[in-house]
């Protein structure tokens, strides 16, 4: 696995490692000890899948507030998504910036989010089939989430949404926190 961070410290695409021959290919999605020797969460307590019918569906922006903030590893397992990050954390250098990456079940490569970032996608085909590993359990009373297309953080989505959930349409204008 290769890891390349992102503008967004701690937010890493990591590109796997194809080998191939006449069967096709087999690649490594995850080694503790290469997250360990990155530096980055290695302890994963939930794994979760979004099957995802048609092109140009958003899920997002998501995360979970503390005492259940969480780190994400995403993959595309079948189809495309255009995936971004926001960062959140009030003190980082990166406060309201986002990054972008496509991830498909061609390129072979997973986003890295860290706690303390709102993640989400836009599909870019039908049936496309969203993998996470997530490093603490779902806690409905820490779910929170910020607004697609807020202005704090003017994220430059490829489409406008076709299909989206009322509660990821309607997440207020984002307040930072008081200092």
């Not at 009030?90 to 890295?112: I, K, N």
């Not at 049936?127 to 003017?154: K, L, T």
Request: hydrophobic share 35%.
């Amino acid at each position: 696995m290769l890891f390349s961070e992102t503008k967004i410290g701690g937010v890493f695409r990591i590109e796997l490692e194809r080998r191939e021959d006449e069967r096709g290919y087999f690649a490594r999605t995850w080694s503790r000890d290469d997250f360990v020797h990155e530096g980055l969460v290695a302890e994963y307590v939930q794994s979760s899948v979004s099957y995802n019918t048609k092109a140009r569906t958003l899920r997002g922006m998501h995360y979970q507030a503390a005492p259940r903030a969480e780190t994400k590893i995403i993959t595309c397992l079948r189809g495309a998504i255009y995936d971004v990050a926001v960062d959140l954390r009030p003190h980082s250098s990166t406060f309201r910036q986002w990054t972008a990456t496509t991830l498909s079940s061609d390129a072979l490569q997973m986003l890295y989010v860290p706690e303390g970032c709102a993640h989400g996608f836009l599909t870019l085909t039908p049936e496309a089939v969203v993998h996470y590993q997530i490093s603490e359990i779902h806690s409905p009373g820490c779910s929170r989430g910020v607004r697609w297309n807020d202005p704090a953080f003017a994220i430059e989505w490829p489409a406008n949404p076709d299909v989206i959930s009322e509660r990821d349409a309607k997440y207020p204008d984002f307040q930072p926190p008081e200092p």
